[in-house]
């Protein structure tokens, strides 16, 4: 792949002094972990993930799992330090060869939210009497957003908004289940700004 290369080649202009890669299941933090061996650069892997990638195709979670236990391993088995964001994703990540592991849970900068203010809740479908209950992160089976609409839909509670910000390939499937019911907003794709103006 053409990619490939472009990003190694990018990466040895740069010549940082350590190499951080994030989440074992994409190809770049096989990138990293190549390119901090061959260079002799300290490698620090970070793990996100709290078990193995579930897909709704059988074939590719067949190709996902072959994935795991060869460039996934390779990747934090051989990382210099793995830091996990969670005590499940460092349970996890000891079973993919991770020896020592620290925890470093993901932190908000509340200084950010500090500067919004007038937040618009027309903008996103929400009367100023609502409760919102918002979902942000990839659209994957893994992350059950699925499960999330369903029991919202159940439980049907007044003055209460779903908002669900992210892309992903199960997308479609998701607007699917939301489709005519005006309590569920699909708001797609954000950017950190447009994301800390919802989360206020």
């Known amino acids: 792949n053409k990619n490939f290369f472009k990003i190694l080649k990018k990466i040895k202009i740069w010549s940082p002094d350590l190499v951080n890669t994030q989440t074992?299941?994409?190809?770049?933090?096989?990138?990293?972990?190549?390119?901090?061996?061959?260079?002799?650069?300290?490698?620090v892997h970070t793990e996100h993930g709290t078990d193995f990638v579930k897909l709704s195709n059988p074939i590719m979670n067949i190709i996902s799992r072959i994935y795991d236990f060869t460039l996934g391993y390779l990747t934090i088995s051989l990382s210099d330090h793995v830091v996990a964001i969670s005590q499940a994703a460092a349970n996890f990540t000891k079973k993919m060869g991770g020896k020592e592991v620290a925890i470093i849970f993901n932190g908000i900068?509340?200084?950010k939210f500090k500067k919004i203010h007038d937040i618009d809740r027309n903008a996103y479908g929400l009367e100023n009497a609502d409760y919102v209950i918002t979902f942000i992160g990839r659209i994957i089976k893994a992350k059950g957003v699925e499960d999330l609409i369903?029991?919202?839909?159940?439980?049907n509670i007044n003055n209460t908004k779903l908002l669900i910000v992210g892309v992903g390939n199960d997308f479609n499937r998701i607007k699917g289940l939301a489709s005519y019911n005006?309590?569920?907003?699909?708001?797609?794709?954000?950017?950190?700004?447009?994301?800390?103006?919802?989360l206020s």
Do not use: H, P, Q, V
């Open 24 to 43: 074992r299941f994409f190809l770049t933090s096989f990138i990293g972990l190549i390119f901090a061996k061959i260079n002799k650069k300290l490698l």
């Open 109 to 111: 900068d509340l200084e």
């Open 150 to 155: 369903l029991t919202f839909k159940r439980l």
């Open 182 to 198: 005006d309590k569920i907003k699909l708001l797609g794709e954000k950017n950190e700004n447009e994301i800390i103006r919802i």
